[in-house]
């Protein structure tokens, strides 16, 4: 069966100090793959996706940046933290097959605090 | 581009009564409509879904209604139960496309 991972579960960065979150997915080839962000009470807004490795779509212009340096793997990164930063970050995959009509299967997220 | 709006935004309903959640899409190239469920501090996780090829779908207490011509969906839950507490977002898709469009999501009270 298929599992996916996040790291770390909980992060308090200073403004200004750079980020980097871990996303592992196992049991499957080739997946989609997917940053969110959440703010407190709200929906889920789509950060970058990625069909393959080396492959990043962005869907909105910020201080983030992603990477796919292995089949199965996703980082989200930031060279300088800002406040409106902190949010509940979730990493998604789904199967790279059919492009679409894919069910999306969620990591536990990982809450970042911006101080 | 697609839009998914979801109503209502707060909903309490009383242990045992069902709840009723609606969606409404814009881009009728949409064919697959997942439900996820979001307790606290926790990743959503599809609780059911639905293909445009079909009206309805229904698993125990959860059931999903679909209506293309309108460009419609639901999610009924009957018999809730306190567990079933949590944000509940509902979301389209389609052939071809990479991304899953979500709602806002609907917060559900179930008060025992």
């Known amino acids: 069966s298929q599992t996916i991972h996040q790291w770390p579960a909980t992060l308090v960065q200073p403004v200004g100090s750079p980020l980097s979150l871990e996303c592992t997915v196992e049991?499957?080839?080739?997946?989609?793959l997917y940053w969110y962000r959440q703010a407190a009470g709200r929906g889920l807004q789509l950060l970058f996706y990625?069909?393959?490795?080396?492959?990043i779509s962005s869907e909105v212009p910020q201080n983030l940046s992603a990477s796919r340096p292995q089949d199965r793997q996703f980082i989200l990164s930031s060279k300088k933290l800002l406040l409106s930063d902190s949010g509940f970050y979730l990493c998604?995959?789904?199967?790279?097959?059919?492009?679409?009509?894919?069910?999306?299967?969620f990591g536990p997220g990982t809450r970042l605090l911006v101080l | 581009g697609e839009n998914v709006e979801q109503h209502p935004s707060t909903l309490s309903v009383q242990e045992g009564d069902s709840a009723v959640i609606k969606c409404t899409y814009s881009?009728?190239?949409?064919?697959?409509f997942p439900w996820y469920k979001q307790e606290l501090g926790k990743g959503p996780q599809l609780i059911i879904d639905?293909?445009?090829?079909?009206g309805e779908k229904k698993d125990q207490r959860i059931a999903v209604t679909l209506n293309k011509t309108a460009k419609h969906f639901s999610l009924h839950i009957t018999e809730t139960q306190p567990e079933d507490s949590a944000v509940y977002f509902c979301?389209?898709?389609?052939?071809?496309?990479?991304?899953?469009?979500f709602g806002a999501g609907t917060r559900l009270f179930v008060k025992a």
């Open positions: 998604a995959w789904s199967l790279g097959t059919t492009g679409g009509q894919e069910t999306q299967y």
């Open positions: 881009d009728s190239a949409s064919n697959y």
């Open positions: 049991g499957t080839s080739n997946p989609n």
């Open positions: 979301a389209a898709s389609y052939t071809g496309g990479f991304k899953t469009i």
């Open positions: 639905i293909r445009s090829n079909v």
């Open positions: 990625s069909v393959g490795i080396g492959q």
